[in-house]
């Protein structure tokens, strides 16, 4: 951390074959545990479930679709909700710090340390073929993993109360993403990527 840089920066963390930026402190108009508390609060939180070895079960984090398009994945297609007014807070500070526009978010609630996302690339064809999107954090961090399709690599990142990572360029067709569960207790986390739908 920079004791004298004057203005909040979204950083370029450098890795091959795409673009990563970090920022610490998204500049938001409300203190981080305010937001998190009203994100808990005005959420419709979903537990969805997925086919896995032709079974029913539940993901293991609650999720919503909120914004302006449909999206599809996983084989499902889920309607939006309206964004909220706070969403649409978040929305705007991130379209100010990545200079970017974004129309659809999907958040993530991570109840504790059971909870996680298996690994993938958000590749779908309507988020276009270098897509940006946006991940902002709340509450308790947890550990981004990004591992290279092709090589060994692994980048990992520290995903903190308040901070934005914005991945873009290539990233999504080159390396996947996940948050593995954790040993240690861990407490609540949200998270929203922002998305482009096309
Ligand atoms: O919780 C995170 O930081 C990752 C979320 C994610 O990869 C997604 O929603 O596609
Ligand atoms: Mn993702």
Redesign the pocket.
Known sequence: MDLFAAEPELLPIPVDDGELYFMQQLPLPFANAEVMQRLLDETVWKAETIFLFGREVAQPRLSAWYGEARYTYSGRTFDPLPFTAVQLEIKRAVEAATGRRFNSV?L?HYRNEQDS?GFHS?DEPELGREPAIA?V?FGDSRT?ILKHKKQAKTVKID?TDGSLLLMAGKLQHNWR?G?NKERQPRGARI?L?FRLII
């Open positions: 999907l993530n996302m958000d991940s954090s981004f995903l993403h948050i998270n990527t």
